[in-house]
């Protein structure tokens, strides 16, 4: 394994070398664990739902709950216990029900994951992005990242474990959902407003986070989320009389806006620990470099070294972690290339950290902005406040042991030696519902993406072909050691 990814000769080699040498280490990662039938099926349920569109736009999470559904029932679920529903035709929801022994009184687990994908055009691909195409030891596709290669991963899951005749110590639920990414019908918080009976859990574990981290496909550690970022939105306006742009005047509404987004460039948000990032930096430190690793030991000092941190700062994963960040992200002024602008407007987005609120974050924005010609309005979704808020995010918590030693007992089998490490999400979830509703939430899934290669979201998405296999293969081992009867 360190002889095929981890040399600096492949990195060098030509090319061919290095191509030829990815297609046998995913051959053989893929050979090493999982049978050909379970490829097959699980291949084939990833081109069936890469080829349904579920963006927002045109497409409709239904028919990918309704492909999924039939996968289930043709395995042999009774109909009773897959059920597709939702609010309107366009974003179904699909629940589907193992059933356990019930003899240990456990409540059930749910496992969630999204059907919608981010919008893609064909233009800016490479591929056709709404078709499974197998290229270079990698599948492309709409959601090869995000994430529904971890749907499949489910419910391949549920018709392996189904076929085996595997009984459950409790109920395992998987519910595949609607509008995580956009939209107006998400589909966790519609389930838990309007069918709670159906996923309601003792914990929920969500396939959208965690994953394995891995350097040119040599595994580094098996991440599991166990807290998030609070996510907010806030809309920055200048408003001026405006006028004919010959007679111009030092009462810019460009020039207002231009220069608190400047400040904003140049303001960092307190650095700020907790226990899930402190045991993450702990657990990260020794698989890092040298300066790095002392770095990031030096930051958990009190007080925390200022060079250390400097220097984490500068790599946005880390810098993410270490601080609530806001950053512009859409611009819009003025109505005429010869008028002085009347509006000039900005979106900042931020990631909170746990035990902030998006109105102290609003505060601390126009504190930096400085300026009161520039306000600060909370845009949710579109609705805007003049006030955010008031709710902090969730306090971090560390997965409890009945989650974690079978993670960690999987992982030692299909990673040997890669640790497993708590993080905070650099994304929002669907978990935020499910917390949001009392029920503990952890992100955790068996897929395997390059730290350099991530492109959720992006052009290209794509995973490679073994990492996909192997993704697969977590989720049902991963099930049956959280399950068995003990
Ligand atoms: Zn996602």
Redesign the pocket.
Known sequence: MALICGGGFWQDGPFMLRKIAIVIWVGALAAATVDDATRRLSREILEELIGINTTDSIGSTTAAANAMAKRLLDAGFPPVDVKVLGPNDRKGNMVARLHGSGAAGLKPILMIG?LDVVEARRADWTTDPFRLIEKDGYFYGRGTQ??KSSDVALVTAFIRLRGEGFRPNRDLIVALTAD??GGKSNGVDWLLKNHRELIDAAFVLNA??GGVTTANGKPVNVDVEACEKLYADFQLTVTNPGGHSSLPVPDNAIYHLADALSRLEHTQFPLELNAVTRTYFERRAPLEPAQTKADMNAILHNPPDADAVARLDKDPRYHYTLRTTCVATRLNAGHANNALPQTAQANVNCRILPGHSREEVRQRLIEIFADPKVEVRYDDNGALADRAPAAKGFDPVMPPPEVLRPLERVAAEMWPGVPVIPEMET?A?DSVHTIAAGIPSYGINGLAIDQDDVR?HGKDERVRVGAFYDGVEFYYRYLKALASAR
């Open positions: 999204h995000d994430m995580e990414e959208d986070s994304g979830s959720a």
